[in-house]
């Protein structure tokens, strides 16, 4: 177990334990499958840093900036990672798979806007006013989740799974969603975004003969 964090260091198989380490600027640094448990970054940056294969377990990085560091299959779990805007991380092009996935944490005011997310899962989660425009979203995982006030503009959809989402608002007109899943009552917000008159339907049907 490593006590605490550096610039400039490689980190490799290390278990991360309870640090708290608020406010502080971490440059450089490499964590190859590590582990953190019960660890504070609010408000961190972590700037040109790379991550790879780590879990977040439990962890605050409410407010961290992320510059220019890149995330390359990482899972957050039981974490708050609010307020975090993902797009000034680095996003490389010819990573295939998810690059981050949460379950279980809130995400909520943080910003996705234009990134190559696909098959991304975000799963069991408060995804409340986070703006995901113009993001790849394809095949991504939205089991469970809260997506209250989430804007959706110009989002690519395809085939993702919302069946068990909900309190989302996506306009079909603005957005992919070819083939993507979703499932009664959640869905007829959908028919809201389009411009149609929608009747209600009689308790009972007339009967004649």
Known sequence: MTIGITSRTLYA???????????????DSQFIDCTFLDCSFVETE??????????FRQCDFSLAKLT???FINNRFKGSKIIAVNWAMADWPANELGPKIEF????????TFI???????????????????????????DFSGSDLSDSLFIHTNLT?????QARNYSIDPGLNNI????????????????????????????????
């Open 13 to 27: 198989d290390q278990l991360f334990r309870g640090l708290e380490l608020d406010c502080i600027l971490c440059e």
């Open 46 to 55: 972590f700037k040109c840093c790379r991550f790879v294969n780590c879990e």
């Open 68 to 70: 220019g560091s890149t």
């Open 103 to 110: 379950y279980s944490s809130s995400l909520n005011h943080s």
């Open 114 to 140: 234009g990134l190559n997310l696909n098959c991304i899962p975000v799963v069991n989660c408060q995804a409340v006013n986070v703006d995901f425009r113009e993001a790849d979203l394809s095949d991504s």
């Open 159 to 163: 085939a993702a799974d919302l069946s």
């Open 178 to 209: 070819k083939k993507a899943r979703f499932l009664l009552p959640e869905a007829m917000s959908l028919l809201y975004n389009m411009d149609i008159i929608l009747d209600e339907r009689p308790d009972q049907l007339k009967e004649w003969g």
